[in-house]
């Protein structure tokens, strides 16, 4: 899995690979297309699929989540501008009316960092200490 942090226009990552409860390498989870920032929590594949769609400037639909139902085969997407952030599921695009956004494995570890004030890269390094499916280098973009 991973941990992805977004607070105050910076968007972070770790970039640990795994499968069910292996190591399988590293990879960069962000990317930025102009004023975009984007990640994705999931399925490799599928969030290579996304980030390529992003780095591609998101032109037609973003690439599905084929089974809702199915972990091993699907995504969860976030993209933020410097106006709004949009989450991207099986439910389709939401938008977020959040200060700050958490997502992956190790989301709720960050998202607890950063309500008492900790940063996008501070959040994830926090998660990489008590989520095991997090870890590698903190990577980020911003604004």
């Not at 085969?73 to 952030?85: E, H, N, Q």
Request: include cysteine; aromatic fraction near 6%; charged fraction near 20%.
């Amino acid at each position: 899995m991973t941990t992805i942090a977004y607070r105050d226009g910076v968007l972070a990552a770790d970039t640990r690979m795994t499968l069910h409860d292996q190591i399988e390498g590293r990879q960069v989870k962000v990317v930025k297309r102009g004023r975009v920032l984007a990640a994705a929590s999931g399925t490799a594949a599928m969030c290579r699929d996304f980030r390529s769609w992003v780095s591609a400037g998101c032109i037609g639909a973003p690439p599905p989540t084929p089974s809702a139902n199915n972990p091993d085969l699907s995504y969860w997407g976030f993209i933020a501008t410097p106006d709004a952030c949009f989450l991207i599921n099986d439910a389709g695009l939401i938008r977020l009316d959040v200060p700050y956004y958490a997502m992956g494995s190790g989301g709720e570890f960050a998202a607890g960092a950063m309500a008492v004030g900790a940063t996008a890269e501070e959040a994830v390094r926090a998660a990489m200490t008590l989520d095991c499916k997090s870890g590698g280098d903190v990577v980020s973009v911003r604004h």
